[in-house]
């Protein structure tokens, strides 16, 4: 029996011209890039010039992403931008986006899921299309980090990075098996409880300010690994299959040791994990399609091939998708 899929058509991303390497936060904080790089495998991030915000990078992202699906804006139907620092409080930043590119139809709206919302973006667009209530679909994960951190608190402001990546989805038809191309199996996770573990402090219904990011470091280590490998090995159980079926584990980009020891726990070989932390950061919700846009340009990730996206952020919020790429 025939099912609609959502294939991914194309990618895109965009960084800001500026970038902060390690060396820069020295003399300034109580650090050093020794310290930076042994703690989180991070050495550079970019952070946005004054004129650049995450309406701004969504929109280059997503035109980079429908140049190489080869479509036009036109050909879009509904943009899920997935963003913790929209440009306003309201209206969406998905709505901006929709009108910089001149799209005059469909629906757009974003989500908050932070560093996991292009998970969930990506998931909640499959289940649009799949609806019926769409055929094409631009997925966004936008941040612009930098500008609710803390620059004087040395274990969040060394962390993160702004950027922007995005991919075309396209309805297609599949057989309904493990062979098919697009996206094959989402599972999604939250939990409240860990609301105080990374959160901001302000927002407009409590302190009527933006507010800055707040962390508790080993807490959110000791929960990642474990939560990430649940939700991934309930994603592979759902498809029947293991950790040598995956060409490519693509995970969020927080902190290098927590990739490696989920791909050890997991059983992923260390050559199979596309690495953008280091040059990059942590860029939230953009982190996983920035990561994506590289190994499919540099010819890493090609047609055919199954590729694992996992993440988990502030919330807690966590989630993974297996893709077959198209």
Known sequence: MSVIRSIIRGTGSYLPSRSMSNSDFEGVLETSDEWIRQRTGIANRHIAGETETTVSMAEAASRRALAAAGLEPQDIDLIVLATATPDNTFPASAVQVQNLLGIKHGFAFDLQAVCSGFVYALTTADQYIKGGLA?????????????????????????????????????????????????????????????????????????????????????????????????????????????????????????????????????????????????????????????????????????????????????FTWGACVVRWS
């Open 135 to 315: 055929k094409r679909a631009l997925v966004i994960g936008s941040e612009t980090f930098s500008r609710i951190l803390d620059w004087n608190d040395r274990t969040t402001c060394v962390l993160f990075g702004d950027g922007a990546g995005a991919v075309v989805l396209e309805a297609s038809t599949g057989e309904g098996g493990l062979a098919d191309e697009g996206v094959l199996i989402s599972r999604l996770r939250s939990d409240g409880s860990h609301k105080d573990k990374l959160f901001v402090d302000g927002g407009p219904s409590t302190t009527g300010t933006v507010g800055k990011l707040r962390m508790e470091g080993r807490e959110v280590f000791k929960h990642a690994v474990g939560m990430i490998t649940d939700v991934i090995e309930d994603s592979f159980e759902g498809l029947g299959i293991g950790p040598d079926d995956i060409k490519w584990f693509v995970p969020h980009q927080a902190n290098r040791r927590i990739i490696d020891a989920s791909a050890k726990k997991l059983g992923i070989a260390p050559e199979k994990v596309v690495i953008t932390v280091e040059q990059h950061g942590n860029t939230s919700a953009a982190s996983i399609p920035l990561a994506l846009d590289i190994a499919a340009r540099d010819g890493r990730i090609r047609k055919g091939d199954l590729v694992l996206l996992e993440a988990m952020g502030g919330g």
